[in-house]
Nanobody
């Protein structure tokens, strides 16, 4: 059984930094694509960043401020966030894709105050 668990969410002031972590366990014979998404209250879940077979890609809102990285086992993914803005406030979710199988974590809350 695959488990995906995010951590690192917190409340910070605008301009601050945070590092989110995500660990996937139970994956077998898979080098997954690993992504971060976020969802603000009343909004749809949106893409933030991905590290996968096709390389690394960021949403325009994250480009230049956030960095996604994956450890050598491809079981942990991180999102280093800087120059945080109030509009970055959301629940951040980790998405793990192994072939046609997709797994999501429960999310970690990031709140940025002005």
């Amino acid at each position: 059984q695959v488990h995906v668990v995010e951590s690192g969410g917190d409340s910070v002031q605008a301009g601050g930094t945070l590092r989110l972590s995500c660990e996937a366990s139970g994956l077998v014979a898979c080098a997954p694509d690993m992504s971060w998404y976020r969802q603000a209250p009343g909004q749809e879940r949106e893409f933030v960043a991905v590290n996968g077979f096709r390389g690394t890609r960021y949403a325009d809102s994250a480009q230049g401020r956030f960095t996604i990285s994956v450890d050598s086992s491809r079981r942990r993914v991180y999102l280093q966030m800087g120059s945080l803005k109030p509009e970055d406030t959301a629940k951040y979710y980790c998405k793990v894709e192994c072939g046609t199988s997709v797994y999501w974590g429960q999310g970690t809350q990031v709140t940025v105050s002005s």
